[in-house]
């Protein structure tokens, strides 16, 4: 059974701050992983994708990595401000089951004035 | 469009009452889900339609009965609910087949049981 982990389960940093979330997936037989972010009581945003093919994606100033041999996902956060506080999800998705998404734990990230 | 649109937002029932959730996009994708989120924990995957069909149910309780009346609409009926069921459900959808299969999620309907 697939198990995802992500570590800090909470972090809060000053703003401007560069930072990094980290994921890690127990079975490294994933089609695809996916980023994220949840504010609270809110539905999930998108904000990247990154296929098991791919090594890496770059959106704004959010950039997620793979490495799926080690079963790794790290997503970067550059410049922080306070309006990227919320919780950030990564999802994996089995392959031949892409439908079907495994979320980790979560980070709650606090990015301070 | 990225938009997933569920309705009702908030929806407070008792246990004997039947109410339904609705969920709806225009993005053309073929596949469409239900997910469960209790409060500080991550999604969990309930069900899974692909091409209107009933493709994965995850040992749900048959108090929850999905429907996919068409390719833009998903409901999840509900009956008989235990006040343990209060979550947030969310609906998302991803295009089918094995290209570009990112889920995008709406913003989730929070129900209370009494």
Redesign the interface.
Known sequence: KQEVTQIPAALSVPEGENLVLNCSFTDSAI??L?W?RQDP??????LL?IQSSQREQTSGRLNASLDKSSGRSTLYIAASQPGDSATY?C?V?RSG??????????TRLQVTL | DTEVTQTPKHLVMGMTNKKSLKCEQHMGHRAMYWYKQKAKKPPELMFVYSYEKLSINESVPSRFSPECPNSSLLNLHLHALQPEDSALYLCASSRQGQMNTEAFFGQGTRLTVV
């Open positions: 089609y695809n996916q994220f009581g809110k539905g999930l945003t998108s994708l999800l999802a998705s089951t892409a439908s079907k998404l495994t979320f980790g734990t979560g």
